[in-house]
């Protein structure tokens, strides 16, 4: 199922372009640590049956998005906030249609 959840599979390739970055610290933990938010939350909610239960997830995994897009803003790393970008426009999408089914 998930192999075919467009949303996922953008986000498993943005926390792989996250956790490549040269960066250290803090700044490099939160960021793997929201990047991973993302797939994971997801990844929970496309599991869930109710509309509510689902937008709610998909709402905590938008959260994640502009949290890793706001770090991406800070490194100045245009490339992988593309990409983001799209990850967000899906989303949203999920969000308003409120399931994935």
């Known amino acids: 199922m998930l192999a075919n959840f467009r949303c996922y599979q953008i986000a498993k390739e943005v926390f792989a372009d996250c956790e490549k970055l040269p960066l250290k610290g803090e ?11 993302i797939v994971l939350n997801l990844a929970e909610g496309s599991g869930k049956f109710e509309k509510n239960d689902q937008r709610r997830f ?8 502009r949290e890793v897009q706001a770090i991406l803003d800070l490194i100045k790393n245009d490339e992988i ?5 799209r990850l967000a426009a899906s989303t949203w999408c999920l969000i308003k249609a409120g399931a994935v089914r």
């Not at 998909?58 to 998005?65: L, Y």
């Open 81 to 85: 906030l593309v990409k983001v970008d």
């Open 58 to 65: 998909f709402k905590i995994a938008f959260g994640s998005i």
């Open 27 to 37: 700044i490099k933990s939160q960021l793997n640590r929201a990047a991973l938010s």
